[in-house]
């Protein structure tokens, strides 16, 4: 089931059905039973004799044969009821849709606008509206009630299963417990530890949540640009990117259609959208950073606030008086946001206006529940630029920023480098953690060499898994295409693969207590030479069984006891019954049928015997098997 | 220039020209003017204006314009002469080649036979043969010089360069030297930290250097096995993997022919070449082994010892008292050499043969200069299984035979794992530095996670990187077929690359002095929008310009000062220039054309009226490009 529905060209098409062997399964919280919380419930096969596997899913309804997924309708807006059952909140007529907000656009290149139009809602005065409100005043939401329950992977209550108390970790500080509570993760919404990016006008979203103490995030970036790619592209990628384990999307879009392709991604996301406003704006004023002003990015941020974006980059770390300090880099400055507002600075020679306006952000960001993600405009674009001056400066400024956003009530997380050699990579985590409050951080990699264009998804899963470890909440991915163009569908495949392994290796060595049961349960199947249970409890099963069938594409090789590595006629799996029943010897020599009245040494002599007699018939012909392969 | 020579069926078609803007060079050690050490020197752009980057090269003749490659008659053996030239060794008729060395292969599955026949040499008793025994007499060998030269990578004396005294690092306890002699070569390799893996016989080869005081190696394994492959393949995988960086390479060829194909390799073969000589044993004994004895295996060394193998994994530290710990694994014992031990020691009741032979194992692989990779069969196969009691055990067994083998003057390092989770990594690298007296420690990834059949070379990357970080002077290859089939070219090479990552990434967080070169000659190109430079001073040019000409397909976007990330209209890079212009006004008004008499505060306006008429007008029109990009 891997189905690119509606080939129709005036709207996107994209990739629905369940992953190989898998079941959409739904966790119902005891605290909410009105809530459905998707698992995908990975089916094993009946040899395996242990129960199916749930693991998160951020696939939204696009794996659930229940829903007919309609992308020029949007997916149901379930949340809606959530927000205004809490009140607090007015609908209203929102602001008009304006020609530059898809960049004047002529009508020949005009993307074709989404078709439903909602009334966008907003907070009133007085009332709790973000989740850090809510959390503060000791008020447990629908939110939070749901990621926990999504944290817990299918597991009811604590230790239920006992593999879960063996992981072990060195966390660093991190406290994940052994179960998720609402309640614990209220209170770490509430100390600014974790975030739920949920835009009072995301209707559509899946809630999730980010923090240090709970399952390490990833995020995918999608957007098109002035050079290439097109609305349906973009949301073909958001679906893809969710269906390999996207947890978050960024759209970073720039040129034209900037409106309309956000627009369509967000009706179709049920995964947190994230986006960079300074790009928007910069399109308003014909691309030229001079001409940038508070009032046009404050229209901005109302256009994306009242359209349910949930999360912003904010480059307001981007200081007047740093600016000098990137000057003696090789790289200079390489965020396109801190490039913007540096030039703006200079020009000008005032200090950014989103820092002299940062009040009025958070105020206009408290009101839809929109988070900050703090932008390192600074960040090193080289190692040679790593955990410079400039860089740090930022870091500095942008911990005083965190807390005046949590004073307004606005969630937070920080955005962290970029490029880092390994050595250098935990004074950023620990500089964050002491920064910002230990607000959730949020790197892009960090790549550790800049030596591998066309690589840079693995110089940078290597210190994403490193950064995860030490206490990263989310990594951005970085594809195969960074520095040399923008990511096709293959590249966000990669990424997200690449990724979901950085952050999964980081739960694993922080002592997640849930992480190592899918890594045993893959070991188990491997061991088994459960082949089929391999691939399907991998991250990719597509790929994994592709590469198995290369070498052994018969049916009848999927339970066969050896594999084309050592071939047929000699496998050291099958060893180990050997060491097992040795082992048995060892400890109760009746219980391998042998004479209870003989010596441990006798025993192990007649298991010897029995050894040798076996010789080679157990395995199977190597020449067969490779002549029978020649015939297909 | 990337030819697959000899299209002819009965030999071997291989890859030979230079990588994309490339030139061999030969640097001339003081020490012996005679020796001609190979490195490939990355022309860049007369834009560039700085010099063109040499660096190492592991490619061989391949890669050489000069030389013609006939694979039927296998690369020249210079080093025979340094061998004969030091004495001690005699020239003898060898062993003659049995029907069994090829597993009793029948005349229609046969390969074809290597032309050349040379006769070997061995060390004659009472004389100095291999590379620590001279070192440990305070001579410096041919060796010893080539490598020294070798790992400068072209800098003719300490510190030329300015940058690579900035180099930092954590080396932990690693003592990487400014600049490395053929003295300090002797003396690492005289304690036994680092060894040169280079049987006398094997004269085709341009030596190497293995040990954590020098650039972390990587080693690609290849071999057929009973199901798939051929001796073609094989030899034109040693060339493509030498091709991408690898530094050795092992055969661990099983089924028939086995031979035959290691002759083809080794004749051909510049680098290192590896073998696991149970495996050929155990096709002696038609796969069985039980039927393994002391005997054949030695027979089998010795066969492999008089065709030129550089370094055998020997699994001797799989002792029969330890196999019993393996019995409630999760993966049991993944190891097939350590499995075939297991199975011979359960078998017959009795310690291993390679532990009780292990003396005269020692005396055999003197007199050819074989060096000992001590093998890790008990290595774990999952993460639940990492870091064990039988795990370790061996480790300290093999400890034990590093002094036993040091004794006997061979040269030894030690294999490691396999499966580790990120926080277990560190402690393999103390455990293996404080139980083996320092020898080099070799490891498989580890693979820090099991969740991705399919993308092993990436989980494993991961944990090779900290590894070589932490002081793992060799990297085995993990490829993206691991635990689902044999490798083919392309997997290769993705290996090869994945790991040329790690160990990169490995050398400068070490703080290797001249690591970072590379990574700011990239850096410098990129800032620069030299894409051709940036290309060629990759990895892999050819995957970097062919992923940069997906959306830039023009020449002429080669020299374009915008990538299609951001598009024409706005460069973050650009931004820099003005940054420095607005630096140099706060240090010195004058130097950017304005009055002296003015005040710091009036040069800054003066620049910013200077920012404002530039306005956008710098930047090419967004529109133009696109269309551009469609007519092609």
């Given at each position: 089931m891997n189905i690119r529905s509606n080939p129709d060209t005036t709207r996107p098409a994209v990739t629905t059905g369940l992953l190989p062997s898998s079941r959409k399964i739904f966790s119902t919280p005891d605290a909410a039973p009105d809530l459905r919380v998707p698992l995908r419930e990975i089916i094993l096969s009946e040899a395996a004799g242990e129960p199916n596997l749930p693991v998160y899913d951020t696939s939204g309804p696009y794996t659930d044969p229940s829903v007919t997924i309609d992308v020029n309708a949007g997916l149901s807006r379930n949340r809606l009821?959530?927000?205004?059952?809490?009140?607090?909140?007015?609908?209203?007529?929102?602001?008009?849709?304006?020609?530059?907000?898809?960049?004047?656009?002529?009508?020949?290149?005009?993307?074709k606008a989404f078709t439903a139009h909602h009334k966008p809602i907003r907070g009133l005065d007085g009332h709790k509206i973000t989740q850090l409100e809510f959390a503060r005043a000791g008020i447990i939401t629908k939110e939070m009630i749901y990621v926990a329950e999504r944290e817990n992977l299918g597991r009811k209550k604590q230790l239920e299963r006992a593999e879960a108390a063996l992981a072990d970790g060195e966390s660093f500080g991190a406290e994940v417990p052994a179960f998720i509570t609402p309640e614990f993760v209220r209170s770490e919404i509430a100390r600014g530890r974790a975030i739920i990016p949920s835009n009072i006008n995301h209707a559509e979203l899946e809630p999730m949540i980010i923090g240090r103490n709970f399952l390490t995030k990833i995020n995918a970036n999608i957007g098109n640009s002035a050079v290439t790619s097109s609305v349906e592209e973009e949301v073909d990628k958001m679906v893809w990117a969710i269906r390999w384990g996207a947890d978050t999307v960024m759209d970073l879009s720039t040129g034209r259609n900037i409106h309309t392709t956000r627009e369509w991604i967000l009706r179709n996301s049920p995964v947190p959208i994230g986006t960079v406003p300074i790009y928007q704006a910069l399109e308003k004023c014909e691309g030229d950073p001079v001409k940038l002003t508070w009032e046009?990015?404050?229209d901005t941020l109302i256009e994306q606030c009242e359209q349910g974006v949930d999360y912003f980059t904010i480059h307001a770390g981007v200081r007047l008086p740093y600016i000098h300090l990137t000057a003696n880099r090789v790289t200079g400055i390489v965020s396109r946001g801190g490039s913007i507002m540096a030039k703006w600075c200079l020009a000008h020679h005032k200090e950014s206006f989103l820092y002299t306006h940062f009040d009025e952000i958070c105020d206009l960001m408290r009101k839809y529940d929109v988070s900050f993600s703090l932008g390192d405009g600074l960040r090193p674009g080289s190692i040679a630029d790593a955990n410079d001056r400039a860089q740090f400066a930022e870091l500095e400024t942008l911990g005083e920023l965190t807390k005046i956003a949590w004073d307004k009530g606005c969630q937070v997380m920080i955005e962290g480098p970029g490029h880092v050699p390994m050595h250098k990579i935990k004074i950023n985590m620990d500089k964050q953690l002491k920064e910002c409050g230990e607000a959730p951080f949020y790197t892009l990699g960090p790549l550790t060499t800049d030596i591998a264009p066309g690589y840079d998804h693995i110089t940078s899963g290597i210190g994403a898994a490193m950064i995860g470890w030490f206490g990263c909440a989310m990594l951005c991915y970085v594809t195969p295409k960074e520095h040399l163009g923008l990511p096709d569908r293959n590249d966000v495949k990669t990424g997200v693969i690449t990724y979901k392994i950085a952050a999964h290796a980081s739960d694993l060595a922080k002592g997640h207590p849930a992480a190592q049961l899918r890594d045993d349960a893959l070991s188990r199947a491997r061991f088994d030479f459960r082949w089929t249970d391999q691939f399907n409890l991998g991250l990719d099963p597509d790929t994994a069984k592709s590469f198995h069938d290369e070498t052994l594409p018969k049916e009848a090789h999927k339970v066969a006891h050896f594999c084309s590595m050592c071939g047929p006629k000699f496998c050291s799996m099958k060893i180990t019954q050997d060491v097992r029943d040795y082992a048995a010897t060892l400890n109760d020599p009746a219980s391998v049928g042998m004479s209870v009245s003989g010596t441990i040494e006798d025993g192990m002599k007649q298991m010897s015997e029995k050894f040798k007699e076996m010789g080679s018939s157990v395995y199977l012909d190597a020449e067969k098997v490779k002549e029978s392969n020649r015939v297909l």
């Open positions: 009821a959530w927000v205004k059952e809490r009140g607090g909140v007015e609908e209203y007529a929102g602001r008009e849709i304006k020609p530059e907000d898809n960049g004047n656009v002529g009508a020949s290149h005009a993307a046009l990015y404050k």
